[in-house]
């Protein structure tokens, strides 16, 4: 048996897992990736990325990468066999402001958001571990001791679950997964290539008695995912011919031709919310800890907030900053997970396509919480007046694992305390003489004492 040791080790390399190791690996902590699968996965699967997730990976280095090859969702073209019902937009077309750069949701699919990440990583000097399962793992006052396929294992400090919706983890632990599995409600999911479609909407056909198959021409590929409700007793295939038909018999047209079958999965839909995030040294994260139904692209994402919130207080805690830190975690983010839960089942249940502030994850805020002191609210990119007249833009003063003080004095000195860059503004930012902002982009305090300041900054 071989024995590792690290400081993190993130079980799973789905996004949640891969953005937290990103984050992790860029403040040099010693992390480790395992994952069960051979090799890197390959399903469109969660294709939204919302504005708030560009956001987040700006921070990381790869927006420009995503944005390279992703797209604005095109218009939805419905249709009752031939005839065209409604014409639609899933997200009214927005232009970036100073406040909202990434003012789009953009269609990119989720193995290339995990290709994007992993090569992040790499760049970093991280790796993912494939074939490389947790079977079980015990955990004691220093550490958790994780086994894996094949007689090795890993000793870490912490352990993160991003395993996914059935997480062996959140399993283990015995942490309930409270909500709802609408067994009635399958959905076929496929990336196929097509002939015979144009690739400037999405298609989306309803037949009534038979049900419906959606068709979104996938941004930067030449595929489409393809979304086909399912009727009980409907068995389906994972080949060409089964989607052929399928396809065939809902949008009664001969027209379209499947040509390859890229991937193809069944789909549950789950509504469900860990009860707790965090069991020790072990934390949950994205689908281990809430799963989502499909309307409103937010399990992606919010699984990506989720390791953005957890990847700095990891860092400070094996920095040295107290252990309560960590608990903040689960205190920030099962609120906002149940509440995108709500929303997401509430857009479910009305089948409606509704796009707004709150799905674009942007006004989400922390507000009220013990680490948020007076703060907590997401802190909006635009121009900065600098003392001595010159101008910077807020998200590049806030890019890189730093917190920022925006201050006329100097940072407070903090034994052990963490990197912080501080900018003299030319007005107070905000009103407050001191804003400290957190390394996730939120107002960590705004205050007129310095004494609170370094408080913050000893909590942290
Ligand atoms: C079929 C399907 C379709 C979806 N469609 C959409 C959509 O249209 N829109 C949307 O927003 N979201 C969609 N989702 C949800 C979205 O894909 C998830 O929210 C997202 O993948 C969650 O990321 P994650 O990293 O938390 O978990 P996952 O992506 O599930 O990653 C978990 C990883 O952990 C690995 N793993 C599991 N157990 C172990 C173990 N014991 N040891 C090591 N590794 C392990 C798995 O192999 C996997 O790679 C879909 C999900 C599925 C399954």
Known sequence: MTENTTDVLVVGAGPTGLTLAVDLARRG??????????????????????PRTQEVFDDLGVVDRILASAAPYPPVLVRVGPVPVWRMRMHKPARPTDAVPYPMVVMHPQWRT???????????????????????????????????????????????????????????????????????ERMALADVRAEGLARDRIHMWARPGKGMVALYPMAGTGSFQVLASLKPGDVPLDTVEWFQRLIAERSMTRGVRVTE??????????????????????????????????????GLNTGVQDAYNLGWKLARVLAGAPD????????????????????SSELYGKKTVRRDEETYQLTLS???????????????????????????????????????????????????????????????????????????????????????????????
């Open 324 to 343: 309560a830190l960590l608990d903040t975690y689960e205190e920030e983010r099962r609120p906002i997970a149940a509440h995108v839960l709500g929303l």
């Open 29 to 50: 902590v010693r992390c480790r990736v395992v994952e069960r699968a051979a090799g890197p996965a390959n399903g469109s699967k969660g294709k939204g990325l919302q």
């Open 114 to 184: 995990e290709a994007v990440l992993r090569e992040r990583l790499a760049e970093l000097g991280g790796r993912v571990d494939q074939d490389a399962e947790l079977t079980a793992f015990e955990q004691d006052a220093d550490g958790v001791t994780a086994r894996l396929g094949g007689g090795r294992s890993v000793r870490a400090r912490y352990l993160v679950a991003a395993d996914g919706g059935r997480s062996k983890v959140r399993k283990a632990l015995g942490i309930g997964f409270t909500g709802e599995t609408r067994e009635e």
């Open 261 to 298: 079958l890229l991937w193809s999965s069944l789909y549950r839909v789950n509504i469900r919310l860990a009860d707790r995030f965090r069991a020790g040294r072990v934390f949950l994260a994205g689908d281990a800890a809430h799963v989502h139904p499909p309307s409103g692209g937010q």
């Open 366 to 460: 922390y507000r009220g919480g013990s680490l948020a002191g007076n703060g907590g609210d997401r802190v909006p990119d635009g121009p900065v007046e600098l003392a001595g007249g010159s101008r910077a833009r807020m998200f590049d003063l806030l890019r890189g694992p730093h917190f920022t003080l925006l201050s006329p004095d100097p940072a407070p000195r903090v034994p052990g305390g963490p990197e912080v860059r501080a900018y003299v503004p030319a007005r107070p930012y905000g009103g407050a003489r001191h804003t400290l902002v957190r390394p996730d982009g939120y107002v960590g305090i705004a205050t007129s004492s310095a004494e609170e300041l370094a408080g913050y900054l000893a909590m942290v």
